[in-house]
Every structure is written in structure tokens, then in C-alpha cells.
């Protein structure tokens, strides 16, 4: 069974949506001018909406991480426009709506005063943290639209402090369900409903915020549409609405229209799922025909026993995610874009779970990796037209570990909260240029974690260090950016209790680009009983748990840690993915490369070993440097070449199509396609996967990176031009999966 969506509510999910009748809303004629004005207004009212939700929480997840968002709605659950947030909730809050219409409509009634919330992840919430709020706005009796909110709370009840929940199996066990749940009514918060939220929570004052800041958020952005619609009318706003989405859909048609018809794949693993640290896979297979685009997860595995499935809210907001920065970034973000998507996936799948499989790690898990494999596949698609190659990027962030902490804290107060420099992963290289260091995910518009002083201020922890990770970012003629590495210890306090959630600590989920390396995968490391305390008190610097002599124990983890007990003198150590790179290692400027050592972004040895540049005297050997990338080219032509091309060559003066780096589609007039290199070399018809025709090698962990861990059941293998012997692409796999054909140009 499979559910295949497109992603508009009208057409994709089958609902009654219940709204007022189209002739209750008359489309008018706007001239430009006021429809700019009108516009503008509206993207103020929710940037304006965003300002007052992030001043009223109180908790940093919200105010400082932007883990949040806002949003304008049509009455059907459209979106208008959202507030420069977390992308995923794009895919959550249309679906959110549908079902409010669906159980609210009939009984109790959706009335203006009426505020509605929702954290039902089998209801269009990504996961139970993630609390949504929507309210109406009706005018002259006619429901206009909506406006809504939605932020990550820090704890909605569960197994375990902060509702992420290692150990549960279904999704009762993660915290308290709310479906859609009438809280004001008229105006008036109902408190019986108010008191039931805030029961479930180890943190109701904090939560009780939270929601008073989405109502708060809410009140504001419907007031401002009252004063919109009084000045210019229903007619003319809603006809701006409408126009917004369908000049945003034909934008966005208009540019894969000009993009060549092709198929295209992409695939990555989890390497733990939940309880265990088996590999589960996800892939798409996508799809560009005129002027849409169409996502098939048929060939991704089963939703596993934990917490880092996704429903189909998740797989939405995680594929429109990956659209956005790459084919839209100068085309306004709303619902119009996603009309020109299709997405089937099948139920049951750890991309569209079944009920009641449990989904707490869904934002960090399958809708991240929905997120990766998606950016992968419309990076593919950029990058074979002159006009978007320079939007196509390697992955950034491949994985966002969570660590949340509570307990006492310095002054004797309960506390809960996160610690937000997980996100600093780093950035994806692009043709043009190295990743960003702490990028970050690029999913969240305003990306920001908090600084060591205000973590200090919140948390009983101290810091040791945080710094940049040298050696992080993935080799390329691009490099890919930088993550943090830090370290911190129990500070003032008699204990920490955490939960550490993560995946991709065993293999790198931060994929390269047109031969370039991944990014470095997680490191998470705990030293019991360190003498950190005497030694700071002494006046000595120390920078990590292992700098300490003789610590009781270091234990470095492989999968997800999970619940975890800190005391004074335990030491975290950590450091998160980097960028992905782009192109050939061994392609990039040896001055680059020798700068990048200088500044501490690449080691000697790496520099050496990865990129083939030798560096004397603190600049570089350009003989050795010959040498050793002749060697290291000489290798790759005698790896293995499972297939040859026999047939005929096409003529020199064809023209060629750039899809990667150095590879390009030869496309004769009125004759077969081929793939080639930029060297001259022809490599396979366009109709084979081109990958069986290069010279194919088998790398180790080292080979890829010296931060990068492999999974014993993934293999990793480069594939090389066999004229020139540039690296053309890498692919780490399941040792069972056949080699991915990655193009398959029409």
C-alpha cells in the first residue's frame, strides 16, 4: 500500500476541507500596484507574527534557534506565506489545517475566536515537540483563511525528560497526543483544556509560554488581517492570496520546464534503527517530465522499531525542503511551488509510517533524510542547466544529533532544555565555491545556536573548548564546510541527566557532489572521572576529556547514546558533520589546498593523502605534488571496469551538456546520446548507468576522510574517468545494493 500525495491539499490528500464556498469569496480586479502593496503587507503581517512569537517564549529552541514557525493560509490550508524558519513545518501546517476542517467543522465548529492546536504527527505534526496552533480568520461571516504557529516545546510529557524517548516503540509512549483540540473558543481559553496540556508536561511553566506565545502570535497576524481586509476588502485580498500561489507555480513550472527531462536517484542509510544499530535505506527516484516533478520512495525500507520514522507530513515538508534552495531561491515561498511536486511513497515505509509507529526523532530523522536524498537528486537536476548549476550544492549538515539536558541546575532550579550547538554542522560546497564552516541545516532560514555564556547562564555546564573541526569539511576540487568540535563538563551541580538521540555516527550522511568526499560523520565521546575540576582549579588549560590523565573511562559511541546520566567530572567531547565536497580531490589548487593548512581547515596529512599536495617550507613541493597526484591517478586506472564501451564514438563537434563537475552528456543531432568526460573521453550511452563504464575502486573509511567511520555493512566505492582518471562520483552503499544509477537522461 502506498500513499501517493501531490503536495497541495486540493488534490493530494482526498479530504472534505469543509471551507466556505468560492462564490463566497469574489475574485476582484487588482492592478499592480496594490497588489504589490497588498503583498508586501501580508509578508510583513507574519514577519511581524514571527517577532511576537520569539518574544513571548521563553525558551531558546524558539528565540534563538528559530526551531518554529508562522504562516498565512488560504482556507483550504494553502500557504501564503511562511516566516523564514524551519522549512519542514511547510509540509506539516497544510495538513494540519485539512484535518482541523475534517474533526472540527462538524463538532465543536470552527468560529471566529476559535483557536485550534495539534501535535499529533498522524495528524500533520511532524512530532509531538513540535505543538501547532491555527486560527481562523473570518470576515463578514466568510472564512478568509488562516493564520498559524507552531513551535518546538521542551517537554510535552513521555518516557523520558524532553519528550525524545529512546526507548519507546509506538507512539502513546512519546508524550501526550493532542488531535485537533479546540483551546480558545470565542475568545476565551478553554482551561480545562489548558490544564490537561500543561499536567502532561516536567516543564509546564515553560510550556504554558509557549503556548501563550503561539496565541499571542496568532491574535496578532489575524488582527492584521482584519485591518488588511477593512482597508482593501475581501475581494482584492483574497485575490492576492490566490495570485501569490498561482504566480509562484508558474514561476517555478517555467524553470523545470526548462530543464532537461531525466531521471535521477539518490540514496543514503540510517545506521541505527532506534534500538539497534541495523542500516535501513532511503531512496528516491526522481523524476523531471515537462514541467513538474515527481518523488518515488518506493525503494525505501520498512519504518523501523524507534523513533526516527516520518509520517507524510515530514516526507512533505522534507522533500519541499530540499526544492526550495536549489530551483526556487529567487521565487516566493508558498504553496504555489509544491503544486508542480508529486510524491508517492509507500505506507508503512520509515518515510510514511503506519500508526502507531513512533516518530519523536522524525525532524532529525527520516524527514532529514527525505531532506538529503531529495537536495541530492534536484542538485543532480541543477546542475545540467547553465542557468541553475551554480544552486547546486553537496549536502550540508547530513545529520543533527539531539542533546537535551534537565535536572537541577546551578541555582537549585529545575531545568530542561537543549543543547543547540548540535546544529553547527557544516555547509555543502557548490561549483563556485568551498561550503560554509557552521553552516548549519539549511532547511532553517535563520539558522543560529547560542553562545558558550549563554549556555553557561542556562545550564549547570562549563566549557572546555569550541572550536572549529579541522579535517570536517569533505574533500573536493570544492571543499565542504567546517562543523564544531567541543567539549563540556558538569558544572555546579550535583548531576546532568541527558538524552542524546542521533544517527550517522557510523558512516557519513553528509554526501559529496560530482566526485567530491562526504563531510565527516558525528563524534560523541563521554570520559567518567576525570580530574577536570583539580585541574582547572590549578590554573591548567584543558581542552578535552582525554587530555586528563587517567580517567575512569572513555567510552566513544558508535550509535545513539540515548539516555545518559552526567556527574562533576565527566567530560562530553563532540564534534558533528561537515559539508559535503564537490568535484575531484585531487582537481583542486595545490595554493588552495596550502592555504586551507595554513588557516587550519586541512591537516598536513590530509592535504597529502586526500588532496595529492605536498607541501615544503610552508608552501608547496610542485614537483612532489606531480608526482604524487600522477600516482594517485595511475591507481584509479587500474581499477576495475565492469563494462567497455564498444560501440560507435560520436563525432567531436556534438554538443555537450555539463551534468557534474567534469562529466558531460554528448548529445548528437538525430543520433544516440552518450556520457563523457571533459577530457574527450566517451564513457557510455546515455541509456547505461554510466557508473558500470568507468574505472571502479573500492575505498576504506581513511579513503574518504579522516574523521569518516563506515558502517560494516556499507561499502564505499569511487568511480573514475577512464581516460583522465577524475574522480567522477563516490558512492557509500549497503554491501547488498546494486551500484545506483544516477542519471538516466532522456
Known amino acids: 500500500m502506498s500513499t501517493s500525495t501531490a503536495l497541495n491539499p486540493k488534490t493530494g490528500t482526498g479530504t472534505n476541507l469543509g471551507v466556505a464556498p468560492e462564490s463566497e469569496i469574489p475574485s476582484v480586479e487588482v492592478d499592480p500596484i496594490t497588489y504589490e502593496v497588498i503583498r508586501h503587507k501580508l509578508v510583513a503581517i507574519v514577519a511581524q507574527q514571527s517577532a511576537v512569537l520569539k518574544n513571548v517564549s521563553g525558551s531558546p529552541l524558539v528565540f534563538e534557534s528559530n526551531d518554529c514557525n508562522t504562516g498565512i493560509y488560504l482556507p483550504d490550508g494553502e500557504i501564503v506565506t511562511m516566516g523564514p524558519h524551519i522549512v519542514f513545518h511547510s509540509g506539516s501546517m497544510e495538513l494540519v489545517v485539512s484535518h482541523i476542517i475534517d474533526e472540527c467543522d462538524p463538532d465543536p465548529g470552527i468560529n471566529a475566536g476559535d483557536v485550534f492546536i495539534t501535535n499529533d504527527p498522524y495528524r500533520g505534526a511532524l512530532h509531538l515537540p513540535d505543538v501547532t496552533m491555527l486560527e481562523p480568520v473570518i470576515y463578514d461571516g466568510v472564512r478568509v483563511g488562516w493564520v498559524g504557529s507552531c513551535c518546538h516545546v521542551l517537554d ?168 526550495l534552495p536549489v530551483l526556487a531561491p529567487d521565487i516566493p515561498w508558498n504553496s504555489g511551488v509544491m503544486r508542480a511536486l508529486k510524491i508517492d511513497a509507500p505506507l508503512g515505509s520509515v518515510v510514511n509510517a503506519k500508526h502507531p509507529a513512533p516518530c519523536g526523532a522524525a525532524t532529525v530523522g527520516a524527514s532529514y533524510m527525505v531532506k538529503n536524498v531529495a537536495h541530492a537528486v534536484v542538485s543532480a537536476l541543477a546542475s545540467t542547466d547553465e542557468a541553475t548549476r551554480g544552486e547546486a550544492m553537496a549536502e550540508s549538515t547530513g545529520s543533527i544529533p539531539v542533546f537535551h539536558v534537565g535536572g537541577l541546575n546551578q541555582y537549585g532550579e529545575g531545568f530542561g532544555g537543549a543543547v543547540t550547538e548540535a546544529l553547527s554542522g557544516g555547509g555543502g560546497a557548490t561549483l563556485g565555491a568551498d561550503g560554509i564552516d557552521v553552516a548549519g541545516p539549511h532547511e532553517i532560514l535563520e539558522y543560529k545556536f547560542t553562545n558558550v555564556e549563554g549556555d553557561e547562564a542556562n545550564f549547570p555546564l562549563l566549557w572546555l573548548k569550541r572550536e572549529l573541526d579541522t579535517d570536517g569539511g569533505g574533500a573536493g576540487r570544492r571543499q565542504g564546510g567546517r562543523s564544531l568540535n567541543s567539549s563540556f563538563t558538569v558544572h555546579d551541580a550535583g548531576f546532568v541527566h541527558g538524552v542524546l538521540v542521533c544517527h550517522s555516527l557510523s558512516m557519513p550522511a553528509s554526501t559529496g557532489l560530482h566526485g567530491g568526499l562526504p563531510g565527516s560523520t558525528h563524534h560523541v565521546s563521554v570520559s567518567r572521572g576525570t580530574a577536570v575540576g583539580e585541574e582547572l582549579a590549578k590554573g591548567s588549560r584543558v581542552r578535552s576529556g582525554t587530555e586528563i590523565s587517567a580517567p575512569e573511562q572513555t567510552t ?47 591537516s598536513a596529512g590530509a592535504a597529502e593523502r586526500l588532496y595529492g599536495v605536498v607541501l615544503a617550507d610552508g608552501g608547496v613541493d610542485p614537483a612532489a605534488t606531480t608526482a604524487l597526484r600522477d600516482a594517485a591517478r595511475a591507481r584509479r586506472l587500474a581499477w576495475q571496469q565492469t563494462e567497455a564501451h564498444a560501440g560507435e564514438v560520436p563525432a567531436t563537434d556534438a554538443p555537450r551538456r555539463m551534468v557534474g563537475d567534469r562529466l558531460q552528456l554528448i548529445e548528437p543531432v538525430g543520433a544516440e546520446a552518450f556520457f563523457g568526460c571533459e577530457c574527450g573521453q566517451v564513457i557510455a550511452p546515455a541509456s547505461e548507468n554510466w557508473k558500470l563504464f568507468t574505472r571502479r575502486g573500492r575505498l576504506e573509511a581513511a579513503d574518504l576522510g579522516e574523521k569518516i567511520r563506515l558502517h560494516p555493512g556499507l561499502i564505499a566505492e569511487g568511480f573514475a574517468c577512464p581516460g583522465c582518471a577524475t574522480l567522477l562520483s563516490v558512492e557509500v552503499r549497503a554491501a547488498e545494493d546494486p551500484v545506483l544509477h544516477e542519471y538516466a537522461m532522456a
Not at 573 to 598: C, I, M, N, Y
Open 156 to 323: 510535552i510529557g513521555g518516557m523520558t525528560q524532553s519528550s525524545w524517548c529512546p526507548d519507546a516503540t509506538q507512539a502513546y509512549q512519546e508524550g501526550l497526543i493532542l488531535p485537533p483540540t479546540k483551546l480558545v473558543a470565542d475568545g476565551k481559553i478553554r482551561s480545562d483544556v489548558w490544564r490537561l496540556i500543561l499536567s502532561a508536561s516536567r516543564l509546564p511553566a515553560n510550556l504554558g509560554l509557549d503556548l501563550k506565545a503561539m496565541i499571542a502570535a496568532n491574535t496578532h497576524a489575524r488582527q492584521g488581517m482584519i485591518r488588511l481586509l477593512d482597508r482593501y476588502g475581501v475581494g482584492a485580498v483574497t485575490t492576492v492570496m490566490r495570485t501569490m500561489l498561482d504566480k509562484s507555480e508558474a514561476a517555478v513550472r517555467r524553470r523545470i520546464s526548462e530543464l532537461p527531462d531525466a531521471t535521477f536517484r539518490a540514496r543514503n542509510y540510517f545506521d541505527y534503527d532506534g534500538h539497534q544499530p541495523n542500516l535501513s535505506r532511503i531512496e528516491v527516484e526522481m523524476t523531471k517530465q515537462g514541467d513538474e516533478l515527481s518523488f518515488d520512495f518506493g525503494r525505501t525500507s520498512p519504518q523501523v522499531p524507534g523513533i526516527f520514522n516520518c509520517t507524510e507530513s515530514g516526507l512533505r515538508g522534507g522533500v519541499f525542503a530540499a526544492v
Open 556 to 602: 566513544v559511541y558508535e550509535s545513539s547514546p540515548g539516555e545518559m546520566m552526567l556527574f562533576p567530572g565527566d567530560v562530553v567531547d563532540w564534534s558533528f558533520h561537515g559539508g559535503g565536497g564537490l568535484g575531484d580531490p585531487l582537481s583542486a589548487d595545490p595554493e588552495r589546498v596550502a592555504s586551507d593548512v595554513s588557516d587550519g581547515r586541512i
